[in-house]
């Protein structure tokens, strides 16, 4: 097993409560997961509300990939958390990124036009200064913690 999951090396030195949050922010993405993975529709239809009436095997079948996407990368999310501690600030960068560009694009670049948004839309607009907020204290060496 230690070759798959190798000792981690490097003592995380970031804010206490930023590898929780992480694994807060796993969760919040492995459940999205769950549901596009294995709903009938995907939540296309039931939760984000879109018309499936044209496309719709195109469209659930793109939630699904999106869903296995989100599977390895919530699991992955929970393994620095828990396991991968030094690596929190990078994951926070990656995710505010990834957000960032969810929200320019949902709201900016490529809106649907018929002025509806999935609650994921709203979600990642409140997530961005957290996540923000979160990388910084991630980086901010606690007192006592040598370098």
Not at 47 to 59: C, N, Q, W
Request: glycine share 10%; hydrophobic share 55%.
């Amino acid at each position: 097993m230690s070759a798959l999951l190798p000792a981690p090396t490097i003592p995380y030195q970031g804010h206490k409560a930023c590898p929780p949050f992480l694994a807060f922010l796993a969760l919040g993405t492995i459940v999205p997961g769950l549901i596009h993975s294995f709903l009938p529709d995907g939540g296309a239809g039931s939760i984000a509300g879109l018309d499936l009436s044209a496309g719709g095997p195109v469209i659930i079948g793109t939630f699904a990939w999106a869903g296995a996407t989100q599977l390895a990368y919530g699991t992955l999310m929970l393994l620095v958390a828990l396991r991968y501690r030094s690596l929190v600030p990078l994951f926070f960068l990656i995710i505010l990124v990834e957000r960032s560009l969810i929200a320019l694009n949902t709201w900016v670049l490529k809106p649907a036009g018929t002025g509806h948004h999935p609650p994921e839309a709203y979600v990642t607009l409140a997530l961005l200064p957290l996540l923000a907020a979160a990388l910084y204290f991630s980086l901010k060496r606690r007192a006592g913690i040598a370098p």
